[in-house]
Nanobody, 121 residues
Framework: QVQLVESGGGSVQSGGSLRLSCASS????????MAWFRQAPGKEREGVAW???????SYRDSVKGRFTISQDNPKNTLYLQMDMLKPEDTAMYYC???????????????WGQGTQVTVSS
């Protein structure tokens, strides 16, 4: 089964940028739909950005124009470029992979361990 490892989280001030990475043990393109989710303390896990098996992307309304999901297929790595960060973006960020669904969901089978993003005002 695919293994996912996130990195790149950290603490930044409002308006700053971070790039998250998710290294996959297997090739993703054409095999898995991928996504980034986040979970803040006391809140449900929510989807942030998705990329399907063909590379089509989709975003949560609150991050459109600020976040960009992409994948480097030779490196088997998924990225989330986060710009113009806001305090409300503070959360643990997870990548997910799904071999069956068009878009990865909260009940998708494969998850990384998460990387913390903290944005201060």
């Amino acid at each position: 089964q695919v293994q996912l490892v996130e990195s790149g989280g950290g603490s930044v001030q409002s308006g700053g940028s971070l790039r998250l990475s998710c290294a996959s043990s297997e090739g993703m393109y054409g095999r898995y739909s991928m996504a980034w989710f986040r979970q803040a303390p006391g809140k449900e896990r929510e989807g942030v950005a998705w990329i399907d098996k063909r590379g089509t992307t989709s975003y949560r309304d609150s991050v459109k124009g600020r976040f960009t999901i992409s994948q480097d297929n030779p490196k088997n790595t998924l990225y989330l470029q986060m710009d113009m960060l806001k305090p409300e973006d503070t959360a643990m960020y997870y990548c997910a992979a799904d071999p069956w669904l068009l878009w990865a969901q909260r009940n998708s089978p494969y998850w990384g361990q998460g990387t913390q993003v903290t944005v201060s005002s």
